[in-house]
């Protein structure tokens, strides 16, 4: 990068856009950027969010092709695998923060602290609202030549009642309320006068959701209570202390392989954390939560479990200008759960090449019958026959399968499906299969798989994707003729489409992990849990936070967790 000293930002006096605010002025004027030899004709690039997207694009676009600027409410990228292991002390916050601005000065761009509430997609504006420590507000707009929308999503409330009384665990803040509840139940719980019902409702932990989030928040506590708690408080507690885990499916990590969901139900049960599967809260009150559960013969009954502290993490939805955007672009946004985008991470509907989504907030519009075509289409050409006249041999179609589930992993069901239909068609796998009766067995494919995973795996891998991209479309746009560049599909013509690659799931299940890669299961103990900690510590943002990463699995190891509820 070049070594440019970042101006501060001004306002236009003039005011404009649909909503006569002030305008965010060009970055650097022509005086500034002759005197440090660099373009002022640079495109401008926002990026709303400072998560797992936003930071993998800036961390890999090049900053002599765009001026870059980051909007965020939130001015640091918060690692969040790593979240649970802060609510109990084993990990410190500081470990899984890195400042926005150390990222964003990397590549000389400029950080607002702000939230982004619109789009005006033809003026090619961000409105965009700061908040003033007088409770007052600041709007203006931020205009751009390329936007990508990485705000990621906020929790699912799914219309229960009573979430106020309840904790979640997305932000830092969230994890700092998490710890300072458990250390002041136990507090309380220690207090002379507090009768034995009491204290048990006190140490009644109840996680609402058995995703990963709750499992591994669920393990952590777990870990705390065996290895500190009989250090520091009296041991008389640890035989009322109770963690539950309220799940409305049949088992929890429903998402991973059934192997891995089997070990982590058991090792939880063997640990005596109450699963409670098949159970659907109905509302959370202040000392209690209340859910209806199906018992063996199907039935919903009624029941309700004291709590001390109830966290409440069962799915996120979509943010406020994710949501906004959608609407603002009807006839091309059919998704109700996210932005939708092509196969390039172009919003559908905006302006070509302009407007981005990636990450949480976003979903591709999936194509998997085409990509199904196009690899029929080179094997017909090979043999020389009509598509149509093409016959599918089963090996061919095996490839062409782990071809689609490792782009597409969400499909792997469906194909399953396919799978056994061909089985169906021809029992020992030695005959072929009509195109026309392919096409009829994938009939919908594309509807019924309509999300990739919202991880942080995939955001990080979209951010990487774009900022390749836009390095890419800057220094093609010099090369290519003008009519190249006005008559065809630019990013197309520059970067091959999206193509997620699932690189697996892990999860920590208290002193044991579980790896779920494309289909193998590991399972296990300490190894895993090395393991585990190791490919996170190998994904941190920078070598500030591995370092801080390592000196805390030391100070544990050495001292135990820290039980300041700081
Ligand atoms: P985020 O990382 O959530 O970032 C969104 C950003 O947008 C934030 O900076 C936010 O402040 C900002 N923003 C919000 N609204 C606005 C606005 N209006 N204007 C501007 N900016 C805005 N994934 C995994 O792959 N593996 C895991 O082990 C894993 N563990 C997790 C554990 C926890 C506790 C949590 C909460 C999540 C976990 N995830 C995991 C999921 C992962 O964190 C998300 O999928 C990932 O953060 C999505 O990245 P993103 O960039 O889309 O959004």
Redesign the pocket.
Known sequence: AEDVEVSLLALNPNIGGPKNLPILESYLDDEECEAKKISSHKPRLVI?????????LVKNVNPNDYHITV????NH??F?????SATVGTLEFRSLVEP?RRIVASVNGHYIE????KVEFQDRLVE?KQHLPDGSSRDFYVPYDKLVV?????TNSHGVNGLEYCNF??TIEDARLVREKVFRNLELACLPGTSEDERKRLLSFVVCGGG??GV??AAELYDFLNEDLCNTYPKLLRNLVSVHIVQSQGHILNTYDEKISQYAQERFINDSIDVLTNARVKSVEPDRVIFSQKNADGVAENKELPCGMCLW?TGVTL???TKDIAASLPGHQRNKRAIETDTHLRVLGAPLGEVYA?????TVRTNITEHIVEFLKTYAVKANVSIENYEITFQQWRDIAQNIKRRFPQASEHLRRVDSLFTEFDQDHSGTLAFAELTALLKNIDSKVTSL????????QQ?IYLGRKFTKLARAQESLAMDEVVNKDIDDLVHRPFAYHHLG???YVGNAAVFDFNGYSLVGGLVAVYLWRSVYFAQSVSFRTRALLFMDWLTRGLFGRDITPL
């Open positions: 709303l969010g400072s998560g797992w997207g936003a930071v993998g909007i965020s409410p939130r990228f918060l969040t695998p790593m979240l649970p926005i702000a939230s982004a509430e965009v990485a705000v990621g999503s906020q665990l997305k990963p989030t591994e928040f993490s943010c406020d200008i990636i990450g949480d907030c976003s995973p919202a991880t942080a795996q995939r955001a990080n951010g799931s892990l999860a």
